[in-house]
């Protein structure tokens, strides 16, 4: 193996430990309401929203303004991520696309709250640190705790605004609604 071969490897391996670092500082962040933390943790043209639509900010300012808005209301909140995939651009060696997968707990407006969440994301590393160019928020369920077990048997698992609409996920997914032809005869 080449010596080039060998330092490449070596700097994909250092970006999924720093990209990993980067997924659990914006957990701490979050749950700590660090806000110089999070506001390092993202690129000055940084978008982030969600897949439902009601987060939405373009710009690192924006991106800080939302956070506000969300703790305005946000009690204790725990983020966890489980499992992270990173897609490499073969023709950028600082920038990476992933998922992350996760769960969150919080309590917002006197109401305790679950989630499980996905985060699509993209990476780009500027001045030698890893940074979220985007992050697309996705909700498997998003309920109070007392409606969890009612709500899994639903498709109506968004839960956490008061109303009830659809869960931005699985249903949504190509492989969701046509895995069944996999196994037509």
């Known amino acids: 193996m080449s010596e080039p071969d ?14 990993s670092e980067l997924v659990a500082r914006y957990c701490k962040a979050c749950d700590d309401r660090d806000v110089p933390m999070l506001r390092s943790l993202f690129t000055r043209d940084a978008v982030v929203k969600s897949q439902d639509g009601v987060m939405t900010a373009e710009g690192v300012d924006a991106v800080m303004q939302m956070y506000k808005g969300r703790f305005d209301v946000l009690g204790i909140s725990a983020h966890w991520t489980h499992d ?3 897609r490499f651009d073969d023709s950028d060696a600082d920038h990476v696309t992933g998922e992350v997968f996760g769960h969150a707990e919080s309590h917002r407006n006197g109401v305790s709250l679950i989630a499980s969440l996905r985060y699509t994301d993209d990476y780009l590393r500027q001045g030698g640190a890893w940074k979220f160019r985007s992050r697309t ?14 709500a899994m048997g639903s498709p109506l698992r968004q839960r956490a605004y008061g109303d009830q609409r659809p869960a931005d996920y699985p249903e949504s997914l190509e492989s969701w609604t046509g895995w069944t032809r996999h196994f037509q005869s």
Request: glycine share 4%; hydrophobic share 50%.
């Open 84 to 86: 992270h995939i990173l």
């Open 6 to 19: 060998i330092e490449a490897r070596l700097d994909r391996l250092e970006a999924r430990a720093e990209i």
């Open 137 to 150: 928020l996705a909700f498997l369920y998003y309920v109070p705790v007392g409606e969890y077990a009612e």
